[in-house]
């Protein structure tokens, strides 16, 4: 098979076009404040694909998923190489829907800013008294609209996600609406719960949903990784101020803290951050990655 070419490049996935499926391929890229990075972070993209692969499978009982398979030999020739080997996830063919659903279980980045300053999360008034870090008395939903890249997604009220979904599918807005929000807090519950018992707390996340062949809902993209999710530990938990995290934390402080960085991270950073990703992977599928 000749040199096969992404249909479709994200900060660091790539999309594969398979006839009646798509192959989706997480890169060793890593992105920062929206930035693609010049350094490649070895296993991450094994890491982000095994582990949205072990939260499929869990979660399978609450809705239908998009994944077929994650075992090169399932995938055309081209696939059968090292470097896809691990992070390449052969997929069915959904009407991706245009929201980013969000669910937050514990208060902190810009919910916690915004909380500060008036009260809310996304509109969502909240208990008085919460500190930085607190778990919320239930997870909120709070939608965005999906950016191109170089854009910032757009935080929407649950109104407002009716309507922008009503606007692409006339007729089913507020139904579509109402099943992203309550398949995004069922996913979470049940996740958030499995992961504390093995020592990691899901803080919020995002999850992508889109339409199969007969117009239902299907849970598509990744799932639960530390790329789209923050993950704390809970050993040493403490409200009050930030946790320590399972995900890009490390980068992202080193290029605050760097300024005129020109977005190169020092190997030794780059190392952490893999570290993490992978006691992350190991905490909560309770294997090795080999």
């Known amino acids: 098979m000749a040199d096969l070419k992404p249909i479709k490049e994200g900060k660091v996935r790539e999309i594969y076009d398979n006839g009646d499926s798509l192959i989706m391929v997480a890169t060793d890229r890593i992105s920062c404040f929206d930035v693609i990075l010049h350094n490649i972070v070895t296993k991450k993209g094994t890491v982000l694909t095994q582990m949205s692969k072990f939260w ?47 669910v937050r279980g514990y208060i902190t980045g810009s919910g916690w800013a915004s909380y500060k300053e008036n009260g809310t999360v996304c509109g969502i008034k909240l208990p008085e008294g919460l500190k930085e870090s607190d778990k919320l008395p239930e997870p909120i939903y709070t939608p965005s ?25 006339p007729g089913r807005g507020e139904e579509l609406a109402a099943k992203l929000k309550d398949y995004t807090i069922a996913l979470y519950k049940k ?23 007969n117009g239902e809902v299907v849970l598509g993209d990744e799932m639960l990784t530390p790329d789209s999710s923050r993950f704390w530990p809970a050993d040493g938990y403490e ?8 995900d890009k934390q490390f980068a992202r402080d080193w290029l605050k803290a760097n300024p005129g960085n020109d977005w190169t991270l020092p190997q030794e950073i780059v190392d952490k951050t893999i570290d993490k990703y992978l006691q992350a992977y190991e905490l909560i599928t309770t294997k090795k990655l080999i």
């Open 191 to 213: 996740c958030a719960d499995y992961a504390l018992t093995k020592g990691i707390i899901i803080a919020d996340t995002k999850f992508e949903f889109g339409l199969n062949e």
């Open 56 to 102: 499929f499978d869990y979660t399978k009982d609450i809705i239908p998923n998009h994944m077929i398979s994650v075992d090169v030999k399932d995938m055309p020739e081209f696939f059968r190489k090292p470097e896809f080997d691990g992070n390449s996830m052969m997929c069915k063919k959904l009407e991706m829907l245009p929201i980013e659903c969000i």
């Open 239 to 246: 409200p009050g101020h930030s946790q320590p995290s399972f």
């Open 145 to 169: 609209t999906k950016a191109e890249i170089g854009d910032h997604d757009e935080n929407i009220s649950f109104e407002q996600s009716v309507a922008h979904l009503e606007k692409n599918f």
